[in-house]
């Protein structure tokens, strides 16, 4: 297990939660209490696509998640460059596209 200090606040990551889940689908819907975003993965030629995570937050934790990543993309692009969203040739040859921005249900 890998211990991390950040900012204070101890946080324990243990080995398996470490390893991560690819996903590049997200599809994202709220209530009126609550944001739940499921990660998935779409691979080619596989018609289902499985949910590896769920995240549930408050909608101020989620605005907070997305002022965050903002803020995070702004410092990568400053050092790396800018981040190019790629056109599909056609809406219906790209699922992740027909979702809406960031796989939005």
């Known amino acids: 297990m890998a211990e991390l ?3 204070g606040l101890d946080l324990e990551l243990t080995e398996d939660i470490a390893q991560g889940n690819y996903s590049n ?6 209530s009126t209490s609550e944001f739940i975003i499921d990660f998935a993965a779409i691979l080619p ?3 289902k696509a499985k949910v590896k995570s769920r995240i549930i ?6 605005k907070r998640l997305l002022l ?3 803020e995070n ?6 050092n790396i460059g800018k981040i190019e969203i790629p056109k599909a040739h056609s809406a219906n ?4 596209m ?4 960031m796989g939005k249900a």
Do not use: C, F, W
């Open 5 to 7: 200090k950040k900012q």
């Open 25 to 30: 689908l997200a599809i994202i819907s709220h």
């Open 45 to 47: 030629g596989v018609s």
């Open 57 to 62: 937050l408050t909608p101020e934790h989620a």
């Open 68 to 70: 965050s990543l903002q």
């Open 73 to 78: 993309i702004t410092r990568y692009e400053s």
């Open 93 to 96: 040859d790209d699922p992740i």
């Open 98 to 101: 027909n979702m809406g921005p």
